[in-house]
């Protein structure tokens, strides 16, 4: 939440949001008509719709950013996977 952002009014008493599985940043569900598109730590969220934990239902999905790093990942491999050693599994030529 920006600093100059104050709490928004309460809202019901189901508050749907998603959750990243890689930063565990959270965001209102575009479901829940308070759809917004700023991830945030569970605390600001909490305090910004005025809610508490037990009234929160939460999905899992990855943010924007998370996606691409995740998509990049899947493609090129970890950092521990270079191209330097790619061949050391492949049989000896004759």
Known sequence: MKPDE??????DPEFHAVRCLLCR????AESSGLAADEWDELAG???RYR??????FVSDTYCDECAVFYR????????GQG???WNTHLPPVM
């Open 6 to 11: 104050g709490p928004t009014q309460a809202v």
């Open 25 to 28: 940043r959270m965001r209102p």
């Open 45 to 47: 969220l909490l305090h």
């Open 51 to 56: 809610i508490g934990l037990p009234e929160v």
């Open 72 to 79: 990049q990942l899947m493609t090129y491999g970890h950092p």
């Open 83 to 85: 191209l330097g050693d």
